[in-house]
């Protein structure tokens, strides 16, 4: 019964102390320092072995400047046999506050000491002396402990300090020597320099990162400062000198991977660079012997043709999908190659027919859930395209039910809603925009809310959605890729029904199919419209984002770029383009971007 009652009694004892000490943090978290203080005094007398309620009493008799009673403390700790050398440290720092800089520097002095004698203690006292930001007192203590003991490694907390101090040559190499001790991963290594470089390649630390990186592979033939110059090409948007370098990956590994070779061919051509995109894509086609990487690469490529083809050219690449077609067959594995083909056929040679065939050819492969969702999804898309929006409604919505709560799922129910909106049902696409603003796709989400507005908005003003639907006619013509008629039905809208709700809406979407026609001048010319009349409307930061990128891309006017930019990050801070706006304007600036 004794026992029961003594563990009961240090039990409640534990609790007590433990409810103390959270409310004696919450009173300094809070600066409250007087409050605190009463706690931990308490609690230090209570348990004076505790380090981290003896290091927080010290804190509060510091901020309520009572330098002497944490001078008291501190000495009477460092009189203990047990005492930890980062105590001559913060010794040190209760001088350095009170402005004793030669008391100070004794014991800073003192602390370094140690580490020759027990280099153990080297990242303790470094560390200490890092959180006080005495950063050349850290510097020396880390390195004194990899000069007296050199199986230790502060590579990683040397780079901080030296990044902090500004010494950028050496951040780099000390970095680069835990990569070549295999101390720590590249990701996390290229997290950390990512902070210092930017896109530009001219810039001082690029500069300087670049130079070492040749430097060492020189000496050295390690494909390491490879991958690390691919890295900072890619990083400067330089993807043929990251190729270049990619390519002397690839010969000189063992394990031969064409992927990482594939993944910069992806992000060229994402960033428009079709030159060097498309000699990544013949790279790969000449050296894979994995079929689904050739058929990607050469799906890529005439991707990029299709950029600018003229009729010749797209009875070229006809030929050439029916001969991929040839060599690859209609299997489960090449979908992507059957779905190609069918969107070429629709989109470019305007021969829905053919394409609906192929695809429902390939719905008898054995496929699995995601297998027929992806053709389905690509069938009813061109359904849309021929008009036959019942029978593409069907396939959305068998998408629905096989693949619930997917984004795949989502996916599909906004393309009935889009479908529905084509062919005037309103109503209907209301229904199922209204489920879509809350996805957890924010594209998804961001499109079902707009096209939402578009039709609610436009239904309120006008009972008979006159205007309304000559925009869905503009719309569809826009997603038949007749970019033309598109624009002059929309012209419609701005002529007939000029200062209603709906002129901003034909604006933009009018803006953004001349922009396809490289009309620049007249897009820019609507979304300044948009701007003037309907600056206080839901797609003023449209408007501000598509002008700020022709400023940027097409007009070279970088200064109008991050002032459109600019109009975002201050006045729509609750936008889609928010994010972007503020990453593209700091990069204008010459800002390092994570």
């Given at each position: 019964m004794k026992i029961f009652l003594s563990l009961f009694i240090f039990l409640c004892l534990q609790l007590s102390h433990a409810q103390e000490y959270n409310l004696a943090k919450q009173y300094l978290n809070d600066g409250e320092f007087e409050k605190a203080v009463v706690y931990f005094e308490k609690l230090v007398k209570q348990n004076p072995y505790r380090s981290d309620y003896s290091e927080d009493l010290i804190a509060c008799?510091?901020?309520?400047?009572?330098?002497?009673?944490?001078?008291?403390?501190?000495?009477?700790?460092?009189?203990?046999?047990?005492?930890?050398?980062?105590?001559?440290?913060?010794?040190?720092?209760n001088y350095t506050l009170q402005k004793e800089d030669s008391k100070a520097a004794e014991m800073y002095e003192q602390a370094l000491a140690v580490i020759p004698k027990n280099p153990n203690f080297a990242f303790s006292i470094g560390s200490r002396f890092q959180k006080y930001t005495l950063l050349d007192y850290s510097e020396k203590a880390f390195l004194s402990g990899m000069e007296t003991?050199?199986?230790?490694?502060?590579?990683?907390?040397?780079?901080?300090?030296?990044?902090?101090?500004?010494?950028?040559?050496?951040m780099y190499l000390a970095f680069i020597n835990l990569l070549k001790n295999g101390s720590t991963s590249m990701a996390s290594v290229l997290r950390s320099i990512d902070d210092f470089v930017t896109e530009d390649a001219q810039a001082e630390n690029n500069i300087i990162f670049k130079k070492l990186l040749l430097k060492n592979a020189q000496r050295d033939p390690d494909t390491l400062w490879n991958e690390l110059l691919s890295w900072l090409f890619v990083r400067q948007l330089q993807y043929k000198s990251a190729f270049t370098q990619e390519k002397a990956i690839y010969k000189r590994s063992e394990a031969s991977s064409l992927a990482r070779i594939q993944d910069l061919g992806k992000l060229a051509l994402t960033h428009k660079d079709y030159e060097t995109a498309d000699a990544i894509f013949e790279f790969i086609i000449s050296n894979s012997t994995n079929d689904a990487y050739k058929l990607n690469a050469e799906l890529n490529r005439i991707d990029i043709q299709l950029?600018?083809?003229?009729?010749?050219?797209?009875k070229q690449l006809e030929s050439l999908f029916e001969s991929m077609l040839e060599e690859y067959g209609y299997k489960n594995t090449t979908l992507q190659l059957q779905i190609a083909y069918a969107n070429f056929l629709t989109f470019q040679k305007n021969n829905p027919e053919k394409a609906i065939v192929i695809l429902k050819k390939s719905l008898e492969l054995p496929l699995n859930t995601y297998g027929k969702a992806y053709l389905k999804m690509a069938l009813g898309d061109i359904l849309v395209y021929d008009q036959k929006f019942n029978q593409a409604l069907i396939y959305f919505s068998q998408i629905q039910q096989e693949l619930k709560n997917d984004v795949v799922a989502q996916n599909a129910r906004f393309k009935v809603a889009q479908t529905s909106f084509y062919k005037g049902d309103f109503e209907w696409a209301l229904t199922q925009l209204k489920v879509l603003r809350s996805s957890t796709s924010q594209l998804i989400a961001n499109d079902a809310m707009q096209l939402s507005l578009l039709i609610s908005d436009n239904s309120l003003e006008d009972s008979t959605q006159t205007a309304l639907k000559i925009y869905a006619k503009a719309d569809l013509l826009a997603y038949q890729k007749k970019?033309?008629?598109?624009?002059?039905?929309?012209?419609?809208?701005?002529?007939?029904?000029?200062?209603?709700?709906?002129?901003?809406?034909?604006?933009?979407?009018?803006?953004?199919?001349?922009?396809?026609?490289?009309?620049?001048?007249r897009a820019k010319f609507n979304y300044q419209k948009i701007i003037e009349f309907y600056g206080n409307d839901i797609l003023a930061d449209d408007a501000y984002f598509a002008i700020a990128q022709l400023y940027e891309n097409q007009f070279n006017d970088i200064e109008k770029a991050k002032e459109s930019y600019e109009k975002i990050i201050y006045n729509y801070q609750d936008s889609y383009y928010f994010p972007q706006a503020r990453k593209n304007f700091r990069r204008l600036r010459g800002d390092a971007i994570e």
């Open positions: 008799y510091q901020q309520l400047e009572r330098y002497e009673d944490a001078e008291k403390i501190l000495i009477s700790k460092l009189e203990s046999k047990k005492s930890h050398p980062v105590l001559i440290v913060d010794l040190g720092y003991n050199p199986e230790l490694d502060f590579n990683f907390p040397l780079a901080k300090i030296y990044g902090e101090q500004g010494k950028i040559e050496e950029l600018d083809a003229n009729e010749q050219k797209l970019n033309k008629e598109a624009i002059a039905t929309l012209e419609t809208i701005l002529k007939d029904h000029k200062g209603e709700k709906i002129e901003d809406e034909a604006l933009l979407k009018q803006g953004q199919l001349l922009e396809k026609l490289n009309d620049f001048d």
